[in-house]
C-alpha cells in the first residue's frame, strides 16, 4: 500500500474486544493470565503492550523494516542501540551530530569502554580513514543540524558493509516520508519521534528500525532488560501524529522552500543552509537520496548581534529549541542546541554566532515570511 494507507493502518485494525477504530491506550502495567503458562502474550508491560506494540509495527513498516522498537525518548533509543557494542568496541560518527548524541558518546559511554572518532561523513575518503580494526558501527546523522550537509547513504553502507561495519542512520530531520536509509542499505535507523513523527509538539520519544532478526532479538531483549519503554499514552500520540506524517511533511517542505527562497533572496542574509536550494552544495545528492527537502533551514545573518535581533523581533516564529512540530520554531544554535560544543568546534562547522536556525512549521506561509521579513528589516 501507499504511505499515508500504511501510516494510518498499519498495526492499527480494530480494537478486537470492541471494534474503536482507534488503538487504545492500554494503560496498564500487567496482563491476568488464564492459568499457569497460559497468556495472550502479554505478561508485564515493560516487556510489551499493545498500544506500543502497534506504533512499533506501523514505524517499522513506514520505514520499511521488519522490527522497530520504542523508546522513552530519542536518546534512550540511540543509547540502546549503542548497547548492541561491547567495551572495546569503536565507532566512527558524523562530525556535526545532534549535541545530545555527541554528549551520551563522550560523557558517558566513553566510560564504558567504547571509543568515537568524528568524521565528515559527507566525504567518504574521510570515513575510510577513520576506520579501525576495532570498529564495528559507522554512525551517520543525514542532514545534519544545523548546516545540512548530506552523507551519500547508500555509499556509506556499501563502504560500512565492505569492512564488516554496521551503519546506523539518525533519520530524525527527514522521517520516513521523504528519506528511507534502510532502503538504501542501512542497518539500523533511528528516530527521536519527539519531532516530525510526533509532529504536534506534546511528547518525548525515540524508535529504532532494522530488519536483521537476530541483531532485533538482541535489540528487544536490551529494550526490556534496560526498560526505556515509550509509555502507553506517549505512544498513543505518536500514533495519532503518524497518520498525518505525510499531508504534514509535504507542507513541511513547501513551506521551507519557499521561505529558504525568501531567505536566499534577502538583502540582510549571508547565506542559506538548505538542501532543496540549487546553490546547496549537495543539491544534487539531496535530490536523488530525499523525496523532498523539509523543514529545516539555517541561515547566517552575519553577527550575534543581528541574531539576537532576529531572535528577539519575530512575532510568529517562537524561540525555541526543538523541532518537527507543526508550529514554526526559530533557535540559535551557537548558544542553544550547540552550546555544548567547543567553540573551534562550532566555528569549524559553521555553527556561528550569527547563525539562526528556523524548524518551519505548517502555518500560512505568507504570515511566516512577513514575520521573517519585519524581524529582518531591523538588522541595522
Ligand atoms: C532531538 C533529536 C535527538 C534526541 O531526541 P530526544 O527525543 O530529544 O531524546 C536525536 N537526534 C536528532 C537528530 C534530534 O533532533
Not at 78 to 102: C, E, P, Q, R, W
Not at 159 to 175: E, I, K, Q, Y
Not at 346 to 357: K, P, Q
Amino acid at each position: 500500500m501507499g504511505f499515508s494507507t500504511d501510516a494510518i493502518h498499519v498495526g492499527q485494525e480494530p480494537d478486537p474486544a470492541t471494534g474503536a477504530i482507534i488503538v487504545p491506550i492500554y494503560q496498564t502495567s500487567t496482563y491476568v493470565q488464564e492459568e499457569l503458562g497460559k497468556h495472550k502474550g502479554y505478561e508485564y508491560a515493560r516487556t510489551s503492550n499493545p498500544t506500543r506494540s502497534a506504533l512499533e509495527r506501523n514505524l517499522a513498516c513506514l520505514e520499511g523494516g521488519r522490527y522497530g522498537y520504542a523508546f522513552t525518548s530519542g536518546m534512550a533509543a540511540i543509547n540502546a542501540l549503542m548497547t548492541l557494542l561491547k567495551s572495546g568496541d569503536h565507532v566512527v560518527a558524523s562530525h556535526n551530530l545532534y549535541g545530545g548524541s555527541f554528549r551520551l558518546f563522550e560523557r558517558v559511554l566513553k566510560d564504558f569502554g567504547l571509543s568515537f572518532t568524528y568524521a565528515n561523513t559527507s566525504r567518504l575518503p574521510d570515513v575510510e580513514r577513520a576506520v579501525q580494526p576495532g570498529t564495528r558501527l559507522l554512525y551517520v546523522e543525514t542532514p545534519t543540524n544545523p548546516v545540512m550537509e548530506i552523507t551519500d547513504i547508500a555509499a556509506a553502507a556499501a563502504l560500512a558493509h565492505s569492512r564488516g561495519l554496521l551503519l546506523a542512520v539518525d533519520n530524525t530531520f527527514m522521517s520516513p516520508y521523504f528519506q528511507r536509509p534502510l532502503e538504501l542499505g542501512a542497518d539500523l535507523v533511528l528516530h527521536s519521534t519527539t519531532k516530525y513523527l510526533n509532529g504536534h509538539s506534546d511528547g518525548v520519544g525515540g524508535a529504532v528500525i532494522l530488519n536483521d532478526s537476530a541483531l532485533a532479538e538482541r535489540l528487544k531483549f536490551l529494550q526490556n532488560a534496560a526498560g526505556a519503554i515509550l509509555g502507553p499514552f506517549d505512544s498513543w500520540l505518536v500514533l495519532r501524529g503518524v497518520k498525518t506524517l505525510a499531508v504534514r511533511m509535504r507542507q513541511h517542505d513547501a513551506n521551507g522552500q519557499a521561505i529558504a527562497h525568501f531567505l536566499a533572496a534577502h538583502p540582510k542574509v549571508r547565506k542559506v543552509y538548505y538542501p532543496g536550494l540549487p546553490t546547496h552544495p549537495q543539491h544534487d545528492l539531496a535530490r536523488r537520496q530525499m523525496k523532498g527537502f523539509g523543514g529545516m533551514i539555517a541561515f547566517e545573518t552575519g553577527s550575534l548581534e543581528n541574531a539576537k535581533t532576529v531572535l528577539r523581533s519575530v512575532r510568529l516564529c517562537a524561540l525555541a529549541e526543538s523541532l518537527g512540530g507543526v508550529e514554526t520554531l526559530i533557535s540559535h544554535p551557537a548558544t542553544m542546541t550547540h552550546a555544548s560544543v567547543p567553540p573551534e568546534d562550532r566555528d569549524r562547522l559553521g555553527i556561528t554566532g550569527g547563525l539562526v536556525r528556523i524548524s518551519v512549521g505548517i502555518e500560512d506561509v505568507e504570515d511566516l515570511i512577513a514575520d521573517l521579513d519585519q524581524a529582518l528589516a531591523r538588522i541595522p
